[in-house]
């Protein structure tokens, strides 16, 4: 099979999703408030499955599977195309459970996936800190010796979906100055006494907040992996979900190239459509000769995944940063290309603006996965990484 096409079930899936997005859940996006999880949107898409696929057997009560990864990225990218709140919230909630799912054990896994896939839960991955963004492993949020668990002491920024979430999967330093090799995961869940949190103004509309942790009790049986090995829970989610942050972006920008198409074609402007003048045109093309080489390279990561092959990190981190550097040029074109008319609140394109500005910073900014890349090409001539 030619690894570049769908075959006719993907296919199937991505206009299934599309059509389901298109008649429900954007109307329930629309009526969210920005900045503040959707519940009923959640609600929904548990109930058309489309939370369950991010779980493979959760339906049969054996959640024990991860998603394949091109599966992961027809679904965003879907979903993206059609309505980014829907694909944010998909997104977010396996963001936060799949450490659970990768590292947890049954008693984790049953407690908290079935309700995710159900859009009864809400899900968190709480990485980031106020003096730890790129640089993960300098984090500081000090999960201190108690008893037979630990006290969490600190703060988190940046964080999706907080302070509204009912869990959190939780990075802590549990071994002072070890760097990477100090830091365990937990699931932390949501009413715990002494977190706390608020929510955080941005640009893009998707829940974000900060946390605070004030002496927060976490019980052995809480511990996701093993003590001290937290960061790698964190990079073997991160790596399942990077190229799919690409297919995020491949969404809003055939979004946004469909919209600068159809505009352009009606648009009348010196004496016939707008898209007949050539610098329209030739910017057409560009948007569409970007939006498809960023398609492929994503598809191409997610099958090398799903496949089991190597330079991974270097593949998905190409993928991440082709597709989002391409998608903000496309919907930066495509604002340029309608004018003043995109800039109006409750435009897509504006829409699509303030959204496509955030993928090129999380999950590693542009910057990071441009080390990524370089490191992998080191590792792969046989040079140690400086």
């Not at 800190?129 to 500081?140: H, M, T």
């Not at 037979?148 to 964080?159: A, N, P, Q, T, V």
Request: hydrophobic share 45%; glycine share 10%; aromatic share 6%.
């Amino acid at each position: 099979m030619n690894v570049f096409a769908l075959t006719p079930e993907q296919r199937a899936l991505a206009a299934s999703v599309r059509q389901i997005t298109a008649d429900r859940l954007r109307p329930l996006a629309a009526a969210g408030a920005e900045g503040a999880v959707n519940r009923p949107l959640l609600k929904a898409m548990g109930a058309d499955g489309l939370l369950a696929r991010l779980f493979p057997g959760v339906e049969s009560g054996q959640p024990t599977r991860q998603a394949a990864a091109m599966d992961l990225c027809l679904l965003r990218e879907a979903l993206a195309g059609q309505c980014t709140e829907a694909e944010t919230a998909l997104a977010l909630q396996g963001l936060g459970s799949y450490p659970i799912l990768q590292s947890g054990v049954d008693e984790q896994v049953a407690r908290w996936l079935p309700a995710v896939a159900s859009g009864d839960a809400v899900a968190a991955f709480a990485l980031t800190e106020p003096a730890a963004g790129s640089d993960a492993a300098a984090l500081q949020l000090a999960a201190e010796p108690d008893g037979d668990g630990w006290r969490l002491s600190g703060e988190k920024m940046w964080i999706s979906n907080a302070p509204e979430a009912d869990f959190y999967t939780v990075f802590a330093r549990t071994t002072p100055g070890a760097g990477a090799r100090g830091v365990s995961a937990f699931v932390v869940p949501g009413d715990r006494t002494g977190l706390g949190g608020e929510h955080l103004d941005l640009v893009s509309p998707h829940p974000i907040g900060t946390l605070v942790f004030d002496g927060v009790r976490v019980d052995r049986d809480e511990l996701l992996g093993e003590e001290n090995h937290g960061f790698a829970v964190a990079m073997r989610t991160l790596d399942l979900f990077r190229p799919s942050v690409g297919a995020f972006a491949v969404g809003m920008a055939q979004a946004a190239l469909d919209a600068a198409v159809e505009y352009t074609a009606e648009r009348e402007a010196f004496g016939g459509p707008l898209v007949k003048q050539q610098t329209v045109a030739h910017t057409l093309a560009e948007m569409a000769t970007r939006t498809e080489a960023a398609r492929l390279l994503v598809y191409t990561a997610a099958s090398a995944y799903d496949a089991g092959e190597p330079n991974l990190a270097g593949r998905a981190a190409m993928a991440k940063l082709f597709a989002t550097e391409a998608a903000q040029y496309v919907v930066d074109s495509a604002v340029q290309l309608h004018g003043a008319r995109a800039l109006r609140r409750g435009h897509l394109l504006e829409h699509l603006y303030r959204e496509v500005r955030a993928p090129r910073i999380y999950e590693g900014a542009s910057e990071i996965q441009r080390t990524i890349i370089a490191r992998s090409l080191r590792d792969s001539h046989g040079t140690a990484p400086a």
